[in-house]
């Protein structure tokens, strides 16, 4: 299907607190938009902890609690399922499954491996999880990915046209790439280099740990960064998650790139939201 042929809510159309149908897409087509009411289950995928809960759509916020359980270490594919059907089934919930992993995700399959055991890498992960959840629809996508929808439909970027690019700032840069609600996957901006280096090795919130930097010290890296980027993508809006953005703060002021920069409004809880979101309509890298 063409661009031209996707089809746009008109203005207005979405009800207050919908999820709007422009949203629910990627580059490879269009997905059918959550019907009012409808919830979600999404599973997020850490290196430390494997997080998931029941999203309510309407509103991208859980219903009850999330479960947090710690990744098994190491953190093999096969584990790794086991400890996502062992969350899964402490919940009521017979549905489709959503979950992220800190890879690029090709067709379902694992294609690089950050934090997680290297055998992922060639991994058929929605048929691994499929093994381990029969007769559930699951969908597997990459966490930044899910995150930035879940930014897009619910937080700092929604109702934001153009260009969204949502940047997670911890060990690396994680990034999500969004125009007009179509996520463009796996774009792994992070190991873009800038003069010189990774981006995510001059600019992640590891750097400044490591380094001992003062936020004075740290934004001037981060700056540079954002700067290569919107030189490239010329994008309309960045978003700064990870654990820094509860902090945004004392560093956000201090850039000086062009593009106005904001905080991630979900925070941890941005993975599990777009994980739900993905399998709910259809967004399947």
Known sequence: MSEADVPHAAPGAAGVGAVPARTARTAAGVATTPAPGSRGFGVDV??????????????????????????PQPATPHAVADTVAELV?????????????????????????????????????VALFQGVLPGRTITVLNDADAAGMAENLYGAGKDVDGVVILLTFGTGIGSAVIQDGVLLPNTELGHLEVDGKEAEHRAAASVKETKGLSWKEWAPLVSQVLTTLENLLWPDLFIAGGGVSRKAAKWIPLLDNRTKVVPATLENTAGIVGAAVAVATGVAP
């Open 46 to 71: 850490g290196g430390s902890g494997i997080k998931g809960g029941i999203v309510d759509l309407d509103t991208g916020e859980l219903v009850g609690d999330r479960v947090r359980i710690d990744t």
């Open 89 to 125: 089934g402490q919940f009521d919930w017979d549905g489709p499954v959503g979950i992220t992993l800190p890879c690029v995700i090709k067709s379902g399959t694992a294609r690089t491996a950050a934090n997680v055991d290297p055998g992922w890498i060639g991994t058929d992960a």
